[in-house]
């Protein structure tokens, strides 16, 4: 399963925390810090901006994730950058100019 870039991140973020709820009754239980590194591993590309500002926390911080920081985290770096260089186009602004092209020299044959 992969986050895809042009769409939110949350829908496929909260089917991950579903599967890991289905894998906890089944008896396999992963640490809450297991599934934000595995949820950081699925982001795409276009969201590395998440990874680098957790790679410059401290160590401390690291053992403490919380999936609502990473959820929020990748939320804002979509709503930034993913919609708008993504597949999905906003709105657009067309360019206006009041210039005129230049016509044809006039021709002056009968003087």
Known sequence: MTIPAGSHPTP?????????TYLKDAGFNFPAPMQTMIILCKLPPTMEVVAQIL?????????????????????LSFEQKGATCGGSKGPQANKLSAVKHKLADPKFAQQ
Request: charged share 20%.
């Open 12 to 20: 496929t973020i909260t089917t991950l925390l579903s599967h890991f």
């Open 55 to 75: 790679s410059q926390t401290s160590p401390d911080e690291i053992k403490n994730l919380k999936l609502e920081g990473i959820m929020k985290a990748a939320m």
